[in-house]
């Protein structure tokens, strides 16, 4: 069975291809979008994965596992949004898009081994249904935070935290699923 390390590699690898894939068609045009509409682009994605688990079955053929694909690339889209400079233009090149991808995909990585190593990979012993509730409330977090407005917290890590567990998270979910490996 491959590491965490190893999973986290193959599932970013794949995520990043899909990613780079629609914005060969699409362009940048996820840079028009807000911080909190990505956020309520991952609530979609997150609220239909839980409605499936509950419901026990789905009308819309699309798998599951993508919609942990898509939440792993939206909190992406978020991560850049937040640090690329307020400047940037909308319309990136395909080689600025990898370089910024591959820089959050990294920072991410760094921190979901350092957090694995604190847990001792306690997510291995989750359900995936918790892990899905987990992701929606870190979304209920950050659009309480989003509605505070900018520095307005007080004891909160602020939203890039979120987003970057979200992502650790829908990698979990997709290990406990079988992908990845």
């Not at 993508?66 to 850049?80: P, S």
């Amino acid at each position: 069975m491959p590491s965490t390390p190893d999973h986290y590699d193959l599932l970013l690898a794949r995520c990043r291809k899909l990613f780079l894939a629609k914005t060969h068609d699409y362009g940048t045009a996820w840079r028009i979008l807000r911080l909190p509409s990505v956020t309520d682009q991952i609530f979609i994605k997150a609220n239909r994965i839980r409605t499936i688990q509950e419901v026990g079955n789905q009308q819309i053929a699309d798998d599951v596992n993508d919609e942990f694909v898509a939440i792993i690339n939206y909190c992406l889209i978020a991560l850049m949004q937040l640090h690329l400079p307020a400047n940037t233009p909308q319309d990136l090149s395909a080689d600025a898009v990898a370089a910024a991808y591959d820089h959050e995909a990294a920072e991410n990585r760094r921190l979901l081994l350092a957090k694995n190593h604190d847990y001792g990979e306690a997510w291995r012993q989750m359900r995936v249904e918790s892990i899905t509730d987990l992701i929606l409330m870190k979304l209920h977090r950050i659009k309480q935070l989003e509605n505070l407005g900018p520095g307005a917290a007080q004891v909160s890590e602020g939203v890039e935290g979120g987003y970057r567990d979200m992502l650790n998270y829908a990698v979990f979910a997709l290990i406990l699923r079988g992908e990845g490996g």
